[in-house]
């Protein structure tokens, strides 16, 4: 089976501080996905990354930047967590155009 | 730009009711997932279909893709209060990383 982890299920963050997302996929996929999830906004796009090293920017990227030094490890930074950035995200894998398989997302909170 | 609109937003019904949910899309897909989401969880993948007329069940779930590739529909036979959650389809963007993600149908079953 598929595994894609996310290194938290739930993070509370002061707004201001620099927030760090971690997801691994076991699955040797090219593809990794960043994606925001908010009640009548649907998931939305951050970042992608096609290859080590390779990023680009999906439809939100303000506010976040990401990295992917290893193939297995997409990383996605809030440099200074705001309160609009309170949001579900999720992390997803997927092999060329394949289908994608999501981690089980994180509850981040930013007071 | 591709779009996959999904109706209805929003579904209660009572255990042992059948259901459709639909996906449509003015542009053709190479394939076309169907995910299920439960609160606080990440998307899991159902199904995925691929070629124009496609039928697959998953045991009373009946997935179908449309023989143009521009639509699914996604009908549950007898639902039960476990079916309860988002459903989410998602196609492959072509020319591009990017997978289309429909706004989802949340689902609610009453026992």
């Known amino acids: 089976d598929v595994k894609v982890t996310q290194s938290s299920r739930y993070l509370v963050k002061r707004t201001g501080e620099k927030v760090f997302l971690e997801c691994v996929q076991d699955?040797?996929?090219?593809?990794m996905f960043w994606y925001r999830q908010d009640p009548g906004l649907g998931l939305r796009l951050i970042y992608f990354?096609?290859?080590?090293?390779?990023?680009e920017k999906g439809d939100i990227p303000e506010g976040y930047s990401v990295s992917r030094e290893k193939k297995e490890r997409f990383s996605l930074i809030l440099e200074s967590a705001s309160t609009n950035q309170t949001s579900m995200y999720l992390c997803?894998?997927?092999?060329?155009?394949?289908?994608?398989?999501f981690g089980q997302g994180t509850r981040l909170t930013v007071v | 730009t591709q779009l996959l609109e999904q109706s209805p937003q929003f579904l209660s019904i009572q255990e042992g009711e059948n259901l459709t949910v639909y996906c449509n899309s003015s542009?053709?897909?190479?394939?076309l997932q169907w995910y299920r989401q439960e609160p606080g969880e990440g998307p899991v993948l159902l199904v995925t279909?691929?070629?124009?007329?496609e039928v697959k069940k998953l045991k009373r779930l009946t997935f179908q893709f449309g023989d143009a590739r521009k639509d699914s529909s996604l009908h549950i036979t007898a639902a039960q209060p476990g079916d309860t959650g988002l459903y989410l389809c998602?196609?492959?963007?072509?020319?591009?990383?990017?997978?289309?993600f429909g706004a989802g149908t949340r689902l609610f079953v009453k026992a």
């Open positions: 997803a894998s997927r092999q060329g155009h394949r289908e994608a398989f």
């Open positions: 699955m040797d996929h090219e593809n």
């Open positions: 990354s096609y290859d080590v090293k390779m990023k």
């Open positions: 542009s053709v897909f190479s394939s």
């Open positions: 279909v691929v070629t124009g007329g």
């Open positions: 998602a196609g492959a963007g072509t020319g591009g990383f990017k997978t289309i």
